[in-house]
């Protein structure tokens, strides 16, 4: 069996139980598990560290391998939506003041909390700008949006993306724990800062 297959089977296993599609909200959610979801924006809400489903609504869900050939023939920019453990961006400096330290893929642009259920205003913007600058305002620049495994974060993250008109966004669901035991290599992470001259975020 290859690598991918390992891969597929392992989140496959995972989700044991359908999911609902409630077609007039435009939302996914497990069947029993809607309390977890906006009911209007289809965003998981709390519990991000549960089994996903296989897709994103907007993105493409892609394998390590998938990850190797975006970097190289797409010049595809990964993004780490990995929520930053710790007491949040300074109001003064905008630094996030971490408790944990982060190491994720080589070459990735962390942009903490992105992937939370409701963003304030603040850092919708932070979400936003920072897209528009890594792309370079090229909405159909290819993006990998990832977290860790069973992470709704990334899950979020991504369709937030979709939903802002970028048109390649592509999820990868396995995030740093595939990418670890398949390519071995992380590398230490650095959060974003804030723009703290607008307001701070919740």
């Known amino acids: 069996m290859d690598r991918d297959t390992l891969i597929r089977a392992r989140h496959a296993s995972l989700v044991a139980v359908a999911f609902v599609i409630t077609a007039t909200l435009g939302t996914n959610a497990r069947a029993g598990d809607e309390t977890h979801f906006d009911a209007t924006t289809g965003y998981r809400i709390d519990r991000y560290r549960a089994p996903t489903p296989d897709t994103v609504p907007g993105a493409t869900t892609i394998s390590v391998d998938d990850v190797r050939r975006l970097l190289k023939d797409e010049r595809a920019v990964l993004v780490d939506a990995m929520p930053a453990e710790g007491a949040g961006p300074d109001p003064k400096t905008g630094a996030w003041r971490l408790s944990k330290k982060r190491e994720h893929i080589p070459g990735s642009i962390w942009l903490p909390d992105v992937g939370k259920g409701v963003l304030s205003p603040a850092m919708d ?26 992470c709704w974060m990334g899950w979020n993250a991504a369709k937030r993306a979709a939903a802002y008109g970028y048109t390649r966004v592509y999820w990868f669901p396995g995030g740093t724990d595939d990418w670890r035991d398949w390519e071995g290599t992380l590398e230490p992470a650095a959060p974003v800062p804030l723009d703290v001259s607008a307001a701070a975020p919740n």
């Open 125 to 150: 913007r932070y979400f936003r700008t920072n897209l528009d600058r890594i792309t370079q305002g090229d909405q159909a620049r290819a993006l990998i949006i990832y977290c860790l495994a069973d």
